[in-house]
């Protein structure tokens, strides 16, 4: 089997060789301990890391449903520990200047008003050309014969806006002036729909992709009432376009506990849970056991197993077996492995991954890496 | 007699001009400052504080209600200075910890705690564990509330828990502890007096730690 192949199996529930190989990635900070720890100075990136740890490759076309342009990301102001900057959002935040990974201190964000909306929803028009790379026919006739998954970026409903308004603003809004809510995410849908549909006629995509970041380790930021007025109509406009598609496959990534957002989830089409931060309240067993197959599950290991140790991670994978089994479920770390997590303990982690499902071991990691810097070096020469 | 129970739906279903405009009304009926607070809004938010428990009300329900506390608020503070007639539970001082940027969790936890009657003394983001002691060494201090998103600044609450221990402080003040990654299994291994799972069980905490639980 190929990794497309492979990867749509496992999702549809059917047999396959093995599972995918997938991890999320790293914080940047991950990389600078790793270094020291024995990771190759070379791989500092999230992209640089997935060659090097061999995982399946997975894409997702390069078109852009958000912001365009985005704003240009510049530093405002800093002190010894701290750097305020524009975001590529257009939020003025407060980020640590070493590079530490923390969620920013954010201090001002650019939708405030109906005024600020209509100035920013310039930024929305679906009709701007730049939202497709000028060499998109060539990378179409690229896809055609491909080996891996290739899917599409569609957005957000709740999380751009929070973004974009600030979390308090954002949940207060929904009570004074839910019209307003309404019609941005009105907006938004129409123009996720509307940039889509060139992708859609031109590649047979293999799933799609929300992001939203709405829940709080105790559960939604916003009630499942609201959520179902708000957003479940706008979701179910976009998931029946992409099955019209033959798009099958749609997922959410979204932290947090998201029990009670699932089966609203599901309702309006998107079938798919990403990254299942167990320690944040979401369990992929009890997700599979409260809705079984309808719900498909990308994660679910828990990271603070990783930096626990290897009896940790041994119970932690052999608790996902079953899971695995059931099919629909590709188990990996779920967020980014944060820097407490030893390198020693993320290669004794993959390799029991490996080793519980059958994923066969890439060569050497040390061989390969050599190999490539050998080829780099005679390409160059 | 003044009926204070509007006054307390008011600040339930958050209606701020409802909450400010009944506070005037029972002050010019001769109700004092210290009554409409404990017997008119506190009420109020401890019915919140239950319907978020419950699952009745999620975040921007209680981002309302305390909007229309805070209205109500505004006209009493200055009245309830003045005439000392209500003293806080108990003064809370809340930061999230060293290296944590994150404030959206420690703001729902000190608007709680303000809801519930105690003095909040919020020391913002990225506090360090000398920003604690020297709040704790000031005096009127109960509690340390710290707050941490990510594993890797938990370790500050630790080191913060050694920090007041060093400075002789550990005994004059409680210490409570909640974040994403934080368990009450961390907050016992830290030390911690104790831990709250959300904003609303972090006042119920706040009180347990002080001997008030109600």
Redesign the interface.
């Known amino acids: 089997m190929n990794d497309r192949e492979r990867w749509l199996a496992t999702m549809h529930g059917e047999p396959v060789d093995h599972i995918p190989d997938e991890e999320f990635g790293y914080w940047d900070?991950t990389f600078t301990i790793w270094h020291k720890q024995g990771l190759p100075r070379e791989v500092k990136d999230n992209s640089i890391a997935d060659r090097f740890f061999c995982f399946s490759r997975r894409e997702v076309v390069p078109v852009n449903v958000g912001l365009s342009p985005r704003f240009r990301r510049r530093v405002l102001k800093e002190d010894e520990?701290?750097r305020l900057i524009i975001d590529e959002e257009g939020v003025e935040a407060?980020?640590?200047k070493d590079g530490?990974?923390?969620?920013?201190?954010f201090v001002r964000f650019p939708l405030q008003t109906r005024e600020d909306w209509k100035r920013l929803k310039r930024r929305l028009d679906p009709d701007d050309p730049r939202r497709y790379p000028v060499d998109w026919e060539w990378r179409v006739r690229q896809w055609k014969d491909r080996t891996y998954p290739l899917g599409i970026f569609v957005g957000s409903l709740f999380g751009w806006l929070r973004n974009w308004m600030g979390?308090?603003h954002i949940?207060?809004t929904?009570?004074?002036d839910p019209d307003w809510i309404h019609e941005m995410m009105e907006h938004i849908t129409d123009l996720i729909i509307k940039t889509i549909q060139r992708a859609l006629q031109d590649v047979q995509l293999d799933f799609a992709a929300f992001w939203e970041d709405m829940a709080?380790?105790?559960?939604?930021?916003?009630?499942p009432k609201?959520f179902r007025e708000f957003m479940v109509p706008r979701y179910k406009r976009i998931t029946d376009e992409l099955r019209r598609h033959g798009v099958d496959i749609v997922y959410v990534d979204c932290d947090?506990n998201i029990t009670?957002l699932v089966e609203l989830w599901l309702e309006a089409g998107v079938n798919t849970m990403f990254p299942l931060e167990v320690?944040?309240g979401s369990d992929p067993a009890l997700l599979r056991k409260r809705f079984g197959k309808a719900v498909k599950l990308l994660g679910g290991v828990d990271?603070?197993k990783l930096?626990e140790g290897k009896e940790a991670i041994r119970r932690e994978i052999a608790r996902l077996e079953p899971l695995v089994a059931d099919g629909g479920y590709i188990p990996h770390v779920d967020h980014r492995v944060?820097?407490?997590v030893t390198y020693e303990n993320y290669l004794y982690y993959l390799k029991v991954k490996r080793d519980a499902f059958g994923i066969p071991h890439p060569k050497c990691w040390e061989e390969q890496w050599a190999a490539a810097q050998q080829h780099l070096a005679r390409a160059v020469a | 007699m003044f009926d204070l129970t509007p006054l307390t739906e008011a600040v339930i279903v958050?209606n701020a001009p409802k909450a400010k405009e009944l506070t005037q009304k029972a002050l010019d009926a001769g109700v004092s400052p210290g009554t409409i607070l404990q017997e008119g809004l506190i009420p109020g938010m401890a019915e919140v504080g239950r319907r978020f428990e419950e699952?009745e009300?999620?975040?921007?329900?209680l981002?309302?209600a305390a909007?229309a506390m805070h209205a109500a608020l505004d006209i009493l503070r200055p009245l309830l200075t003045a005439s000392d007639e209500v003293q806080p539970l108990g003064t809370v001082v809340i930061g999230t910890v060293r290296?944590?940027?994150?404030?959206?969790?420690k703001?729902l936890v000190s608007m709680m705690l303000e809801g519930a009657g105690f003095e909040v003394r919020d020391l913002g983001?990225?506090v360090s564990p000398e920003k604690f002691v020297d709040a704790a060494r000031e005096g009127n201090c109960d509690i340390i509330a710290m707050s941490a998103?990510?594993?890797?600044?938990m370790p500050s609450m630790k080191l913060t828990i050694d920090a007041l221990k060093e400075a002789g402080l550990r005994d004059k003040v409680k210490v409570m502890i909640g974040g994403?990654?934080i368990t009450q299994e961390y907050a016992d291994q830290i030390g911690a007096d104790g831990y709250g799972?959300?904003a609303n069980q972090a006042v119920w905490v706040a009180k347990q730690l002080l001997g008030i639980a109600r």
């Open positions: 900070d520990r701290h407060v980020i640590h530490s990974s923390s969620i920013p201190h979390f308090e949940a207060v929904f009570h004074d709080f380790r105790n559960g939604p930021m916003i009630s609201m947090g009670e320690r944040g990271k603070t930096i944060p820097p407490d | 958050g699952r009300y999620y975040v921007p329900e981002l309302i909007r290296g944590d940027l994150h404030d959206i969790g703001n983001i990225d998103l990510l594993t890797t600044t994403a990654p799972e959300d």
